[in-house]
């Protein structure tokens, strides 16, 4: 899990040392639950904007922590939760017994560990980011530039998803930014941006006051920014954590089941959140 803080494929390698294949299996269907590095600009940014903008200078770093802090917490929290459900469901069983046992001590070959680090894990990962992002970068770029009418093949697609997006708190551009940001999800937010903007290239802002004017122009509330982290905390894995996964489990069922648990759970948590909030005439 703590791995999966920097990349849930390097998450779902690492969940080789568990003895017990029940029990890996669980670590690796749910270690998409924790947000990877790649999520935490995205969550900072609206703790930023949206939360700990109003806050006078001196306590909003505290605050933006704690904000971000409470985030994380949630995830674990989601991830033992998750975890417990699964254990007692489609993957019941004796938890295994765990024994700590201390190594004889030996000399760390260094030069060994960083190549077995490098070509076992790094270069692994990278190949398969790679395998991902080149036709879905080529995707992006088509449904961005071709137009139907008067607008883009990207627009349209944002519509048809409007609907159910307004559902669970967010609108279609932003849906259709997570389904788009498959192969990474840093692309996320320059993909919003560039939707927003009708713009055919990824674009970015210098700084974040004006990304705040961009979405408040565009329909963002509270209840966007809290449905929009909660769905980029819980959503389905990238591109490379799928592949890992279906190298790790060599199932194509488990790869299926990793990517609708945390979806699922998201789009139910979203929901939950704005159906409370609008009961509550709060948004």
């Known amino acids: 899990m703590c791995m999966g803080f920097g990349c849930n494929a390097c998450g779902v390698i690492g969940c080789r040392i ?21 999520r935490f600009p995205t969550l900072i940014s609206i703790i930023t904007m949206f939360f700990a903008g109003a806050i006078t200078l001196p306590f909003r770093p505290l605050v933006s922590t704690l904000i971000l802090t409470g985030t994380i917490v949630f995830g674990v929290a989601i991830t033992f939760f998750i975890s417990k459900l699964l254990s007692k469901t489609i993957l019941k069983g004796m938890p295994s017994s765990f024994v ?5 001590y030996r000399r760390p ?6 190549v077995r680090s490098i070509f076992d ?3 692994f990962v990278l190949g398969r980011a790679v395998m991902v992002a080149a036709p879905a970068g080529l995707l992006i770029w088509l449904m961005s530039n071709v137009y139907v009418g008067d607008s883009s093949v990207l627009l349209h697609c944002s519509n048809f998803l409007d609907p159910f997006a307004k559902l ?22 320059p993909i919003i941006i560039m939707s927003y903007l009708c713009t055919g290239t ?28 909660l769905f980029s905390l819980m959503h389905f894995p990238c591109g490379t954590t799928c592949l890992t996964i279906k ?6 069922k ?30």
């Open 18 to 38: 568990i003895d017990s294949p029940r029990e890996r299996l669980i670590a690796i269907l749910t270690n998409n639950f924790v947000p990877c590095n790649g």
């Open 100 to 104: 700590l046992e201390l190594p004889p």
């Open 109 to 114: 070959q260094v030069g060994k560990v960083i």
């Open 121 to 123: 894990r790094t270069l």
């Open 168 to 189: 669970i708190g967010m609108d279609g551009v932003i849906l259709m930014a997570f389904i788009l940001g498959f192969p990474a999800n840093e692309i996320v937010m």
């Open 202 to 229: 990824l674009t970015d802002f210098e700084s974040l006051h004006e990304l705040y004017l961009l979405l408040v122009n565009n329909g963002w509330t509270w209840l966007t920014a809290v449905c929009t982290m």
């Open 247 to 252: 190298k790790e489990t060599g199932s194509l």
């Open 254 to 283: 488990w790869t299926a089941v990793s990517f609708l648990l945390p979806t699922i759970v998201g789009v139910l948590t979203c929901f939950l959140v704005a159906t409370c909030a609008r009961a509550l005439n709060l948004a």
